[in-house]
Nanobody, 124 residues
Framework: QVQLVESGGGLVQAGVSLRLSCAAS????????MAWFRQAPGKEREFVAT????????YYTDSVKGRFTISRDNTKNTVYLQMDSLKPEDTAVYYC?????????????????WGQGTQVTVSS
């Protein structure tokens, strides 16, 4: 059974950094695109970043470009999201997604597997 488990969230002040991790088990994700999405209260789940199978291609939503970095370690079946210069508007539950099945990788419906999410709260 495939499982994605996120960790690393927390309550922080604006301007600091956090690193989220997503550990995959129950399958091999070395040849799959993976991504991070987030969902704030009352809002739809939105795309944050995606990375291809070998880390050679990444893509970010405009609001996090230059602040967030997605990376992966295929030897550990883990994808990371380094979040720097956090802002209150980054507050959301962050979800890891794996195995893009169609499209460009920026829509939730394009991924097969999801984690349970980790809360990130940024205070001003």
């Amino acid at each position: 059974q495939v499982q994605l488990v996120e960790s690393g969230g927390g309550l922080v002040q604006a301007g600091v950094s956090l690193r989220l991790s997503c550990a995959a088990s129950g399958g091999s994700f070395s040849y799959n695109d993976m991504a991070w999405f987030r969902q704030a209260p009352g809002k739809e789940r939105e795309f944050v970043a995606t990375i291809n199978w070998n880390g050679g291609r990444t893509y970010y939503t405009d609001s996090v470009k230059g602040r967030f970095t997605i990376s992966r370690d295929n030897t550990k079946n883990t994808v990371y999201l380094q979040m720097d210069s956090l802002k209150p508007e980054d507050t959301a539950v962050y979800y890891c997604a794996a195995t893009r099945i169609t499209g460009s990788g920026t829509r939730p419906t394009e991924y097969m597997y999801w984690g349970q999410g980790t809360q990130v709260t940024v205070s001003s």
